[in-house]
């Protein structure tokens, strides 16, 4: 998983910029599947969208946990 990658890269003293780079893949992530849940709110897709502000919340609160 992404936030695996941060995890790894950041034990291995990865320079700045590469955890930049990936903070910044894992919002974009979050951001896509805020998205697509809107997406499934506009065909009343529920538990679809359920899921994707699952995922969306998990990359979050991954992050949250994650950095320093």
Known sequence: SALGQYRANNAYGAASGDRLQLVMHL???ALD???AARGHM???E???KGEAIGKAIGI???LRTALD
């Open 60 to 62: 979050v609160d991954g």
């Open 27 to 29: 919002l974009d992530g």
């Open 42 to 44: 506009e065909r009343r």
């Open 33 to 35: 599947r805020i998205a």
């Open 46 to 48: 529920v538990a679809a």
